[in-house]
T-cell receptor, first 115, second 112 residues
Framework: DTAVSQTPKYLVTQMGNDKSIKCEQN?????MYWYKQDSKKFLKIMFS???????INETVPNRFSPKSPDKAHLNLHINSLELGDSAVYFC??????????????FGPGTRLLVL | AQSVTQLDSHVSVSEGTPVLLRCNYS??????LFWYVQHPNKGLQLLLK??????LVKGINGFEAEFKKSETSFHLTKPSAHMSDAAEYFC??????????FGSGTKLNVKP
């Protein structure tokens, strides 16, 4: 069983479109995260949710909006896609959100290419 | 201010030789430190973590790291590299329950 899954795995789209990436975890964790990894492999935390409540909200354009319908799901919606949004987006989860203690479990990533 | 520096962006070793991936941190507080590995086209996986217990931490796949407060370092080592160790490695520092910082990554190449 996949612990943290993301769909789609690949996403190719045109500039200006709106797209969503879905994430689900079956680990029973309370906290979920979204990361962006650029072409140089640099990882940037974007958001985290604990039991459907927004905890970490780093400086990202407001075109990015996370949505957590329940604690097992954290989706990422991106409006008006730009070329610079091309990256790999990773979802992760951890038990309670204590990032100084807990392991984060990562999904396989969604490779977004904006043309 | 808190930060983490991975001193080498690329490391190349021969199979069967030791691996050393370097990580230095700066923190005003006692940090927790993690090493994650990312194999090509995969998500990240925890190798090991230090959270204020024993300073020598053993992880999966024969990796270990030693927390040295005097040197503000948490270098990752393995006695003998295997081809399957070729991957990107990330050092992470955390200073409180919801703040953490990823290093820029070190790509490990293992030559046959």
């Amino acid at each position: 069983d996949t612990a943290v899954s993301q769909t789609p795995k690949y996403l190719v789209t045109q500039m200006g479109n709106d797209k969503s990436i879905k994430c689900e975890q079956n680990l029973g964790h309370d906290t979920m995260y979204w990361y962006k990894q650029d072409s140089k492999k640099f990882l940037k935390i974007m958001f985290s949710y604990n039991n459907k409540e927004l905890i970490i909200n780093e400086t990202v354009p407001n075109r990015f909006s996370p949505k957590s319908p329940d604690k097992a799901h954290l989706n990422l919606h991106i409006n008006s896609l730009e070329l610079g949004d091309s990256a790999v987006y990773f979802c992760a989860s951890s038990l309670t959100g204590r990032v100084d203690q807990e392991t984060q479990y990562f999904g396989p990533g969604t490779r977004l290419l904006v043309l | 201010a808190q930060s983490v520096t991975q001193l080498d962006s690329h490391v190349s070793v021969s199979e069967g030789t030791p691996v050393l991936l370097r990580c230095n941190y700066s923190s005003s507080y006692s940090p927790s430190l993690f090493w994650y590995v990312q194999h090509p086209n995969k998500g990240l996986q925890l190798l090991l973590k230090y959270t204020s217990a024993a300073t020598l931490v053993k992880g999966i796949n024969g990796f270990e790291a030693e927390f040295k407060k005097s040197e503000t370092s948490f270098h990752l080592t393995k006695p003998s590299a295997h081809m399957s160790d070729a991957a990107e490695y990330f050092c992470v520092v955390s200073v409180n329950f919801n703040k953490f910082y990823f290093g820029s990554g070190t790509k490990l190449n293992v030559k046959p």
